[in-house]
DNA sequence: TCTGGGGTCCTAGGACCC
DNA sequence: TCTGGGGTCCTAGGACCC
């Protein structure tokens, strides 16, 4: 999917649409997740601190994250995909392999191409948000097909043309290399594929390393074999936040890493799995970051278990100076436990239950929590006005624009008191406007 | 007003075992 | 009358991806 987040948030707010967006971390040390295209231009992009990309661009609409939203788009996009083949590998929310072979296509330049832009035609149907195809006969080369592609292209890439159109690209295009591999193959003169590959292996292996000198080589010589792999269990359950100021009271990281392993541990629930690692991260002050693990006898989903391991690998860590994220993260997982079912039974007693969305937004202070945040984005429902979403807030005051995804022009700007009680936090409207009377 | 959050895979050293 | 060789598990850190 081209700039999926932003795109997605274009369709929804019409106003937006042409208009440089960028959907990320609102706060003090916020990221950009994604840019969308008119912000790029003005150098915004992903991982950037979302205070950096204000000073670039302004005049951008910043908008927090609706992963929900993100979600269910997702799911319509991955449904198209299981409709051509068995084989759908998802790499992320807006991304994934599929292997036409094993769905049936046949395998000749013209056939692959209409289905390609056949699907194209589909997700942008169905999703109202467009996505960009790459062909290609294996994981590695259809990936860079689709680099190539977006946004909103299709890029196939004939066999046995492979080599000629790799060689003269940087090695950063190819999946798996890095700043830091680049940085290392730079230093030894290696700049671009067709370099790396006349490195030979063995060169390779002795500045990369065995697996990834010998995967690198494979590669950059066009070999590529891996399967797309339909579905892979989850190693590993983790949550993680970075504070808007440095903790500094010991008490309060204890408390925050407490309900951090809840918080994991409602995830691990909900998969329906345990784990016999528990892990802990801590991010100082000064940036530098550091893991603490401790393996169990026995796989658990115990909250309990897992907030008391969280303390005991926290007690051998200095946080005098301040700590700017904690981190806490459950892996061996499996899809069963075998503790003590006596403990368990003990342990479902006291333990509060702690599911995923069930606070509420908290206000950064985290005293008595009673005003509700208007974060940028997000929609609401106003009851005389109807549907609309935040442009922003602050001051006691909340800004909404009061238009819908079918809207066809933009919206009315209101501003109203963040207490006015005919203002509500709504669900977000689906991107395509449902057809009365179709039956579905 | 620098630097999110959720993952995967690899490496390297020490413990431990046969 | 120095120092084996493999294998697995655990821990910590780092690169990379979206």
Redesign the pocket.
Known sequence: MDA?YASVEQAAKPSLRGKPVVV??IG????V?TASYEARVFGVH??M????A??LCPNAAYLTPRFSLYQKVSGVVMGLLAELSPLVEP?????AFVDLEAGGVEPDPAAVRAVGERLRRDILAATGVSGSVGLAGSKMLA?IAS?QAKPDGLVLIEPGTELELLGPMPV?T?????????E?LRRAGIHTVAETAEAGEAELVRLL?????A?LHALATGHDDRPVVAE???????????FAEDLTDRTRVQLELARLAD?CVG?LRAAGRSG??V?IKV?RY??S???????LRGPTDDPAVVREAAAR?LA?VDTTEGV??L?V?V??LADYTQEDLFAQAAAAETAPEAEGSAAPERTEDDGASSVRRWLPGLDVVHRELGRGWVQGSGLGRVTVRFEEPWSVVPGRVRTFGVDDPDLEPAEPVPLIRPVVGSGC
Do not use: M, N, W, Y
Request: hydrophobic share 30%; proline share 4%; charged share 30%.
């Open positions: 999926f990320g971390g003090p040390r916020g990221v997740a992903s991982a601190a979302t205070a950096q204000r000073r790499l992320s929310l807006d991304e990936k680099e950063r190819i999946p798996g290399v890095g700043p830091a591999t680049a290392t390393g065995k697996a990834h000198g995967g892979r269990d989850a190693k590993s359950v983790s949550v993680e936040d970075t918080r995830r016999r690692t892990v991010r000064d940036f970051t550091l893991t603490r693990s401790e393996t690998l051998g700017r994220l981190g993260g892996s061996g």
